[in-house]
């Protein structure tokens, strides 16, 4: 599969994970405040993302160490759209119920590559070459 092919994918996938993140959040709203709520909403919805990506974007097997290395995929995502809603609702003065939105579209570039190497990277490291002489 081509690059292009697992971007457009992965945009689809991005789609969904943000529809499922963002029904969570609101959901959540109701109970906790609105940094609480995203960041649960968030680990809800990247499990979500590391097997709908492992299956449908990048056709791999899911294993066990791609899942725990998965969070480091979403780790510069948290931490833009994470800063981005603090900024965009307490120093912008948007609304807490759309500024997840704003705030994860300038991660996305980031987090496909992040993606596509960990998702792509071989379960067992190649062995080494022995030397003879």
């Avoid at 959540?28 to 974007?57: D, E, R």
């Avoid at 704003?102 to 190497?117: E, N």
Wanted: hydrophobic letters at 50%; one cysteine or more; glycine letters at 6%.
């Amino acid at each position: 599969m081509t690059v292009k092919a697992q971007l457009a994918r992965f945009a689809l996938v991005g789609a969904v994970n943000t529809g499922t993140y963002y029904g969570c959040y609101l959901v959540l709203l109701h109970w906790l405040p609105y940094i609480a709520a995203h960041v649960l909403a968030f680990a809800l919805s990247m499990t979500g993302s590391f097997f709908l990506n492992s299956y449908f974007t990048y056709r791999t097997r899911p294993t066990w160490r791609k899942f725990l290395l998965f969070p480091l995929t979403n780790a510069a995502n948290f931490l833009i759209t994470t800063g981005g809603v603090y900024l965009l609702v307490d120093l912008a003065g948007f609304s807490s119920r759309y500024a997840p939105l704003v705030a994860a579209a300038a991660a996305i570039p980031i987090t496909f590559v992040v993606s596509r190497t960990i998702m792509l990277r071989p379960d067992t490291p190649p062995k080494p070459v022995e030397r003879v002489g």
